[in-house]
Nanobody, 122 residues
Framework: DVQLQASGGGLVQAGGSLRLSCEAS????????IGWFRQAPGKEREGVAY?????????TYANSVKGRFTISSTNAKDTVYLQMNSLRPEDTAVYYC??????????????WGQGTQVTVSS
């Protein structure tokens, strides 16, 4: 079974840091990319960062987090991290990780993990 397990959320003061983890299993990592998304109350889900697990393409980031967030994976590719620095109250949201096939070109994500809450206090 495919599993994506997001963890690492919590409460942090503005300017602080958190590292989210997405533990993956049950699929061929080299055929997929992992995206981090977030959704704040009353707002639409927003893509935050994306990393290809099977290619050397550079990760991509939403403009709102560029220079502050870094996405990376372990050598085994079974865990993807989202390092979040210089956190702002507007970063408060539930964060999700998701996997998308890079073999079949499409925009939809195939698998989603459960969310992890990030709360940034001012």
């Amino acid at each position: 079974d495919v599993q994506l397990q997001a963890s690492g959320g919590g409460l942090v003061q503005a300017g602080g840091s958190l590292r989210l983890s997405c533990e993956a299993s049950g699929f061929n990592f080299d055929d997929y990319g992992i995206g981090w998304f977030r959704q704040a109350p009353g707002k639409e889900r927003e893509g935050v960062a994306y990393i290809s697990l099977g290619s050397s393409f550079s990760p991509t980031y939403a403009n709102s987090v560029k220079g502050r967030f870094t996405i990376s994976s372990t050598n085994a590719k079974d865990t993807v991290y989202l390092q979040m620095n210089s956190l702002r109250p507007e970063d408060t949201a539930v964060y999700y990780c998701a996997a998308k096939s890079e073999v079949v070109i499409k925009s939809e994500y195939d698998y989603w993990g459960q969310g992890t809450q990030v709360t940034v206090s001012s």
